[in-house]
């Protein structure tokens, strides 16, 4: 590959990214991760029946910045909660437990509300801690218990609106991302 084409694939890239972004856009991005996910312009590493494993296209933490994103077009966490989605969940969250401990990513985030770029479901792995994310003491023992609970979080209105984030680190707990506070903090919790 010359350094030429190099540059225009990695233009074409981020002229995507930046489309994909848009909030008219989201459909867009939803029919292609749920029926062409394949001609995306990411490096795909692994997939299964419904979720695959990308590289993340302009990762801003961790030296591994991979993103798990369902073959389904998804637009956010919560509409990822509703029952018709219990088999794809399941299977997300095995595939992406294989995923962190093959590439070594024990970090795992999925944005909601404001904090969500693209609006297509997608949850972030790596193995830092997002630097800007912001933890409350709400936790949750695991993903599905999560998303059962997100409509009885406190504050829930005010979250999305500000945005937030769901974080699982090390401890295996699911944490809300909402007031500054270091990730390191997260290990201390029971």
């Given at each position: 590959?010359?350094?030429?084409?190099?540059?225009?694939?990695v233009?074409v890239?981020?002229?995507?990214?930046?489309?994909?972004r848009s909030?008219?856009?989201?459909?867009?991005?939803?029919?292609?991760?749920?029926?062409?996910?394949?001609?995306?312009?990411?490096?795909?590493?692994a997939?299964?029946?419904?979720?695959a494993?990308?590289?993340?296209?302009?990762?801003?933490?961790?030296s591994?910045?991979?993103?798990?994103?369902?073959?389904?077009?998804?637009?956010?966490?919560?509409?990822?909660?509703?029952?018709?989605?219990?088999?794809?969940?399941?299977?997300?969250?095995?595939?992406?437990?294989?995923?962190?401990?093959?590439?070594?990513?024990?970090?795992?985030?999925?944005n909601?509300?404001s904090?969500?770029?693209?609006?297509?479901?997608?949850?972030?792995?790596?193995?830092?801690c997002?630097?800007?994310?912001v933890?409350?003491?709400e936790?949750?023992?695991?993903?599905?218990?999560?998303?059962?609970?997100l409509?009885q979080?406190t504050?829930g209105?005010?979250?999305?609106?500000?945005?937030?984030?769901?974080?699982?680190?090390?401890?295996g707990?699911?944490?809300?991302?909402?007031?500054?506070?270091?990730?390191g903090a997260?290990?201390?919790?029971?």
């Amino acid at each position: 590959m010359t350094s030429a084409s190099y540059g225009s694939e990695v233009e074409v890239r981020q002229f995507a990214f930046g489309i994909a972004r848009s909030r008219p856009a989201g459909a867009v991005v939803r029919l292609m991760f749920g029926r062409f996910s394949r001609l995306l312009p990411l490096e795909r590493l692994a997939a299964s029946k419904r979720v695959a494993l990308y590289r993340h296209p302009r990762p801003v933490y961790g030296s591994t910045h991979l993103l798990a994103v369902p073959l389904r077009g998804i637009r956010d966490i919560s509409s990822l909660a509703s029952n018709r989605h219990d088999e794809l969940r399941a299977e997300l969250w095995q595939q992406t437990a294989q995923w962190q401990a093959r590439y070594e990513t024990p970090w795992m985030l999925v944005n909601a509300g404001s904090r969500q770029d693209v609006f297509q479901v997608h949850f972030h792995l790596s193995d830092e801690c997002p630097p800007d994310v912001v933890l409350s003491d709400e936790t949750f023992g695991n993903w599905e218990l999560a998303l059962a609970g997100l409509g009885q979080l406190t504050d829930g209105n005010t979250l999305l609106k500000a945005g937030f984030g769901l974080l699982c680190g090390p401890d295996g707990r699911v944490h809300t991302a909402t007031s500054r506070r270091p990730c390191g903090a997260v290990s201390s919790i029971p």
